[in-house]
């Protein structure tokens, strides 16, 4: 069972890999994502052994990864708010020049 899920994670890792030599566009990051997505949920069941375990355990596991990427949500919609603030104007940077008379 372990050799058949280390098998997986290989041939997953291998479409990561030739993903890479592919334009796709914006739906490179969304690919990638959902590729280690299931190679997480295949190391969190049989090398974790949370697929033969208790359910509260894993619904404590689910939820901690639930919080996390609500905290990462939170933080990024921040940061597209701020982002303008933060970036000095060029007028403030380098002084117009001078005509003299």
């Known amino acids: 069972m372990l050799l058949a899920v280390f098998g997986a994670l290989v041939f997953l890792t291998i479409v990561t890999v030739a993903q ?3 334009d796709f566009g914006s739906l490179d990051v969304a690919i990638v994502m959902v590729i280690a997505t299931i190679k997480a ?3 969190m069941a049989f090398f974790m052994h949370l697929a033969f375990d208790k359910p509260f355990n894993i619904i404590v596991f689910l939820g901690s990864f639930v919080f996390v990427g609500l905290f990462v949500i939170f933080t990024l919609s ?3 708010m701020t982002a303008g603030a933060m970036e000095p104007k060029v007028e403030d940077v380098v002084p117009a020049a001078v005509e003299s008379p």
């Open 41 to 43: 949920a295949l190391v």
């Open 20 to 22: 890479a030599s592919f």
């Open 78 to 80: 921040d940061s597209q």
